[in-house]
């Protein structure tokens, strides 16, 4: 599975949209982008993932270059409880169906 | 849905016993189930996958006979940690997918494991 490049941390403004950025410079053409977050001290949490398109639901958007090397997760309204590591991984989806988590972006969203 | 229940979410005990930790999903059946270790300040590290039916595969460096995995039906799979000593003490966590395709991975919430 192609690695992936985020930054380390990031800050984001109560209220305001988070912009979580993704490299993932070698993806392949059956590979999709998964994000996960991972809340101190639980278990990592499902949010979204994408092939090519734009993907959407009640947490967050997925928005996926056209040439698929890069990607962002966007939460439209950070509150608190978005304080998190986010991990985007991109996963092929044949084979052992193994994740392999890198190190994430620690968002810290601040009142 | 798609929640995976994990059991205990903590637990502490004398170096030389034995750790049972259950999996389950709830709401779906997961022919694939996996664990995973996390050390403070680490990401997470899988340890082991485990296919209902048959015998879990390892990672490199994971000892199987030190974690045993069972995953004797489709939403239930267990990791025994046997004769545990504190270099043991991690934070365990499985995961779940339903078959087919893309299927997300849902994750448990984890198990703090302390040994004195």
């Known amino acids: 599975d192609a690695k992936t490049t985020q930054p380390p941390s990031m800050d984001c403004a109560e209220g305001r949209a988070a912009n979580l950025p993704c490299n993932h410079s070698?993806?392949?053409?059956?590979?999709?982008v998964y994000w996960y977050r991972q809340i101190h001290s639980q278990g990592p949490q499902y949010i979204i993932h994408?092939?090519?398109n734009n993907e959407t639901n009640e947490m967050a958007s997925l928005i996926i270059t056209e040439d698929r090397k890069s990607s962002t997760l966007i939460l439209p309204h950070a509150t608190l409880r978005d304080t998190a590591v986010y991990y985007c991984?991109?996963?092929?989806?044949?084979?052992?169906?193994?994740?392999?988590f890198g190190k994430g972006t620690k968002l810290s969203v601040i009142p | 849905g798609a929640v995976v229940s994990q059991h205990p979410s903590w637990v502490i005990c004398k170096s030389g016993t034995s750790v049972k930790i259950e999996c389950r999903s709830l709401?779906?059946?997961?022919?694939?189930m996996f664990w995973y270790r996390q050390f403070p300040k680490q990401s997470l590290m899988l340890m082991a996958t485990?296919?209902?039916?048959?015998?879990?595969?390892?990672e490199q460096g994971v000892e199987k006979d030190k974690f045993l995995i069972n995953h004797a039906s489709l939403t239930l799979s267990t990791l025994t940690v046997t004769s545990a000593h504190p270099e043991d003490s991690s934070f365990y966590i499985c995961?779940?997918?339903?078959?087919?395709?893309?299927?997300?991975?849902?994750f448990g919430d984890g198990t703090r494991l302390s040994i004195l």
């Open positions: 991984i991109v996963y092929s989806g044949a084979g052992s169906y193994q994740l392999t």
């Open positions: 485990s296919n209902e039916g048959s015998k879990a595969t390892y």
């Open positions: 070698t993806i392949s053409g059956n590979e999709y």
């Open positions: 994408g092939l090519k």
């Open positions: 995961s779940a997918r339903a078959p087919g395709g893309y299927q997300p991975q849902h």
């Open positions: 709401d779906f059946q997961a022919t694939t």
